[in-house]
């Protein structure tokens, strides 16, 4: 099993940049794939990105290709999510998820673990 905890939160200006972390409890981190998800207030959480389990590939939602890169360090049992060109459209809740298969992608059913996420607002 393993515990996620999210951080990196808080009110951006859009244009501006934020970057997440999602430190993941356990020595397996490196057996679990990750994702990010996010949520805004009324509507169904949606994918943002995922890396899979030996960070061979990754996957992004086509709303924020370009602009955020999905990554993790082993050594520091984290994974991160670097958010470039934020827009006020971006404003949610931003949770991170592990799975135990290799690459689980943006389906939501594949991930096993759940933060409780991390709130992000982008004013315009």
């Known amino acids: 099993q393993v515990q996620l905890v999210e951080s990196g939160g808080g009110l951006v200006q859009a244009g501006g940049s934020l970057r997440l972390s999602c430190a993941a409890s356990?020595?397996?981190?490196?057996?679990?794939?990750m994702g990010w998800f996010r949520q805004a207030p009324g509507k169904e959480r949606e994918f943002v990105a995922a890396?899979?389990?030996?960070?061979?590939?990754?996957n992004y939602a086509d709303s924020v290709k370009g602009r955020f890169t999905i990554s993790r360090d082993g050594a520091k049992n984290t994974a991160y999510l670097q958010m470039s060109s934020l827009k006020p459209e971006d404003t949610a809740v931003y949770s991170c998820a592990a799975s135990t298969l290799p690459a689980a992608g943006w389906d939501a059913a594949l991930y096993n673990y759940w933060g409780q996420g991390t709130q992000v607002t982008v004013s315009s």
């Open positions: 890396t899979s389990r030996n960070s061979g590939s990754t």
């Open positions: 356990g020595r397996t981190f490196r057996t679990y794939a």
